[in-house]
């Protein structure tokens, strides 16, 4: 069991930064590949980015490529998002979760999750 804390999120104005935090509470997290999703006011959650076990390889949505970078620390057991040029569209609960295996990009194959940031971009 991997259990998942997301913090750092907040309001910023639209071309502002925020960098999300998740905190594991398992050295296992180390074996997990890790993502982030998001789901904004009446919309699916959707896939934001993902990092693979040892951090040799990211992935992105099209939406954010650019602008948000994914590592993580696994010493720290931690994963991060470093989001920057926000915009309004950026707003959403964002939520970070662990995958032994499968596809990235799929929610519906990661095992654990946290229970959600509120990231909201507004003048």
């Known amino acids: 069991q991997v259990h998942l804390v997301e913090s750092g999120g907040g309001l910023v104005q639209p071309g502002g930064s925020l960098r999300l935090s998740c905190a594991a509470s398992?050295?296992?997290?180390?074996?997990?590949?890790m993502g982030w999703f998001r789901q904004a006011p009446g919309k699916e959650r959707e896939f934001v980015a993902a990092?693979?076990?040892?951090?040799?390889?990211?992935y992105y949505a099209d939406a954010i490529k650019g602008r948000f970078t994914i590592s993580r620390n696994n010493a720290e057991i931690t994963v991060y998002l470093q989001m920057i040029s926000l915009k309004p569209e950026d707003t959403a609960i964002y939520y970070c979760?662990?995958?032994?295996?499968?596809?990235?990009?799929?929610?519906?194959?990661?095992?654990?999750w946290g229970q959600g940031t509120q990231v909201t971009v507004s003048t």
């Open positions: 990092i693979s076990w040892n951090g040799a390889n990211t």
């Open positions: 398992e050295r296992t997290f180390s074996n997990y590949a």
């Open positions: 979760a662990a995958l032994n295996r499968g596809d990235l990009s799929d929610q519906y194959e990661y095992e654990y």
